[in-house]
C-alpha cells in the first residue's frame, strides 16, 4: 500500500494533479465467489490475534500480573467487547437512529463501528474476567493496552483500502491529497493515514519500547495511561484533518469540536491522571523509604 501511495505522490508532482484513490488499484475485499470477505474483517481478525500473541509472550515473563488460562479468557471476552461495544457506541455517539431500528445494529457489513465503543466493551471485558479471576484490574489492562494499537494501525489501513471515513479538503499545498470516489470532486487529506501512524505505528513503538526497555510496567496504570492519553492525543490532533461523519457536521461546527475530539478529552484526562498516580506511587517490588534507608546502614 505504502509503494502505491509512494508512488501516486511521485506522479502527482510529476503533473501536478491530485491523487485518485481509484488509481491505486485498491479493492474492498477479497472476491470468495458469491461472498467477498472484507479487509475491514481482516483487521479486526490481526489485531486480535497479534494481541492475543503479544500478550500470551509477556505473560512468560517474572512479574505478569496473570496467567495463560486468563489470556485465554480474555481473548474471547474482549473480542465480544470490542464488537459490541464498537456497534452499539457508534449507534450512541455517530448513528442514533440505530437505536429505533435494532435489526439494523447486527449489520456489521454495513460499515460503522465507534473506537470508543469498542474500548468501553473490551475495559467491561478486562473487568469482568479480573474480577473472576480475582487479578488486578489495572495490571491487566497495562498488559493489554500494550498490543491494543496493532488493532488500530490494521484498523485504519483497512479504513484507506475501504475508501471510508476520508478527510477533510486539503489545499494545493498538500501534494498527497486524494480524490475518494463518495467525497466528491474536492481533493482530500488522507486522514485514514494519519490515523494509522498516530493511533497505530506511533502509539505501538512507543508502548513497546516502554514494557520492552524499562521496568513501568512495575508500575501499575502507567502503561494504561500512555495508551489512553497518547490515542486521545493523536485522535484530537487527526480530527482536525478528518471530515466528521455527515449527520454530525452541523454539531462540530456548533460546538466548534468534532464528537470524536469531544470523545477524547475525558481520555487524555483520565491517562495524565494514570500516569502521575503511577508516577507518585512507590513501584512493585521496590522496599519503602524507610526499609531501604535502613538496609544502607547496616
Known amino acids: 500500500m505504502l509503494s502505491l501511495l509512494s508512488a501516486a ?8 494533479a491530485p491523487i485518485h484513490w481509484l488509481d491505486l488499484g485498491l479493492t474492498r475485499g477479497i472476491a470468495l465467489g458469491s461472498f467477498t470477505l472484507r479487509w475491514y474483517s481482516l483487521a479486526y481478525l490481526a489485531g486480535i490475534v497479534l494481541a492475543y500473541w503479544h500478550t500470551s509472550r509477556t505473560l512468560k515473563h517474572a512479574g505478569a500480573p496473570m496467567a495463560q488460562r486468563h489470556a485465554d479468557d480474555l481473548f474471547f471476552y474482549c473480542t465480544l467487547g470490542v464488537i459490541l461495544g464498537g456497534r452499539l457506541g457508534y449507534a450512541a455517539f455517530y448513528a442514533p437512529q440505530l437505536l429505533s431500528h435494532p435489526q439494523d445494529l447486527i449489520k456489521l457489513w454495513e460499515g460503522g ?12 471485558a478486562m473487568a469482568w474476567v479480573s474480577w473472576r479471576g480475582q487479578l488486578n484490574f489495572i495490571r491487566v489492562c497495562d498488559y493489554v493496552a500494550v498490543a491494543v494499537p496493532f488493532g488500530l494501525l490494521f484498523g485504519r489501513l483497512a479504513n484507506f483500502v475501504n475508501g471510508e471515513l476520508w478527510g477533510r479538503p486539503a489545499g494545493p499545498d498538500v501534494p498527497w491529497a486524494m480524490i475518494f470516489p463518495d467525497g466528491g470532486p474536492l481533493a482530500r487529506h488522507p486522514s485514514q493515514l494519519y490515523e494509522a501512524g498516530l493511533e497505530g505505528l506511533v502509539l505501538l513503538i512507543v508502548l513497546m519500547l516502554l514494557f ?7 508500575r501499575p496504570g502507567l502503561l494504561t495511561g500512555v495508551f489512553v492519553g497518547g490515542y486521545g492525543v493523536a485522535r484530537f490532533f487527526v480530527e482536525y484533518y478528518r471530515e466528521p461523519d455527515a449527520q454530525l457536521v452541523e454539531f462540530a461546527a456548533r460546538t466548534g469540536l468534532s464528537m470524536g475530539q469531544w470523545l477524547t478529552v475525558p481520555m487524555i484526562l483520565l491517562g495524565l491522571a494514570l500516569i502521575v498516580i503511577a508516577l507518585v506511587r512507590r513501584p512493585l517490588g521496590a522496599a519503602p523509604a524507610g526499609m531501604a534507608m535502613a538496609d544502607r546502614a547496616a
Open 113 to 124: 463501528m465507534s473506537f470508543h465503543g469498542g474500548l468501553i466493551g473490551c475495559t467491561l
Open 9 to 16: 505522490a511521485a506522479q502527482v508532482s510529476a503533473q501536478g
Open 212 to 218: 520492552w526497555t524499562t521496568r513501568v510496567r512495575f
